[in-house]
Structure formats: C-alpha cells, structure tokens
C-alpha cells in the first residue's frame, strides 16, 4: 500500500506543465464536453422529429376555428383549460378581483373552476 502511494506521489511529481499546456488542455476539454452537449442535441432533435406526434400549426388552426360556441363563448376562441370563461372587471384592481373571486369558492366550499363569474365591479 505504501508502495503504491510513493509511485502515485512520484507521477504527479514528475509531471511538470507550463501555463500554456495547461490552458491547452482546458481549452481542449470544454470542447470535447459542447461537442458531445452539440451532438446529443442534434441526437435529441433528430429523434423528436421522428417520434414526435405534435400537431401541425395549419392543423391547430384549423381546430380553433371549428370549436363550437360553449357558454358565451364565441366560437374560435378556446378558453385555458379548467376556465369557465371571460370575466369583466369594472373599476377593480386584478388582484382585488381574484381575492374575491377566492373569498366566494372558499365560502361556497366549490373549486374556483367550477364557479363562473361573469363581472366584478366596485358598488358604493
């Protein structure tokens, strides 16, 4: 064992690199390591393209254009998923509006997405 120790101490003693064949080596390194990151990129586009199952644009298009009318909702334009719906708010600020729209499903003891507010607006 103390052998081996005294042969180890004695390679990286007897290593001796000057400032440029070090930086030569760094440099070296971080390219090998973007060409490989450059390579498994291209790998991962390559076989996104041929697995991949993603809707054309020309498709998605033609989809919202063809949903049907759902409550108030006029046709074309598709609601976040879990919405109910546009809500109008009149003289009230966002935040105000989503603390009470909060305040309202926690009193009700429903989930906010099951409730459909369709204005808010400051009475005095």
Do not use: C, W
């Given at each position: 064992?103390?052998?081996?120790?005294?042969?180890?101490?004695a390679?990286?003693e007897?290593?001796?690199?000057?400032?440029?064949q070090?930086?030569?080596?760094?440099?070296l390194?971080?390219?090998?390591?973007?060409a490989?990151?450059?390579?498994?990129?291209?790998?991962?586009?390559?076989m996104?393209?041929?697995?991949?199952?993603?809707?054309?644009?020309?498709d998605?298009?033609?989809?919202?254009?063809t949903?049907?009318?759902?409550?108030?909702?006029?046709a074309?334009?598709?609601?976040?998923?879990?919405?109910?719906?546009?809500?109008?708010?009149?003289?009230?600020?966002?935040?105000?509006a989503?603390?009470i729209?909060?305040?309202?499903?926690?009193?009700?003891?429903?989930?906010?997405?099951?409730?459909?507010?369709?204005?808010?607006?400051?009475?005095?």
């Open positions: 064992m103390m052998n081996l120790l005294l042969s180890a101490e390679a990286i007897e290593v001796d690199l000057s400032i440029g070090g930086l030569s080596y760094s440099l390194g971080i390219a090998v390591v973007f490989m990151l450059l390579a498994l990129m291209v790998v991962i586009k390559i996104g393209a041929l697995l991949g199952d993603k809707p054309k644009k020309a998605a298009a033609a989809k919202v254009d949903a049907p009318a759902q409550g108030g909702i006029p074309g334009k598709v609601p976040a998923p879990g919405s109910l719906g546009d809500i109008a708010i009149h003289d009230v600020p966002e935040k105000t989503a603390m729209m909060a305040i309202v499903a926690d009193e009700m003891n429903t989930p906010l997405n099951e409730l459909r507010f369709k204005s808010i607006k400051r009475v005095d």
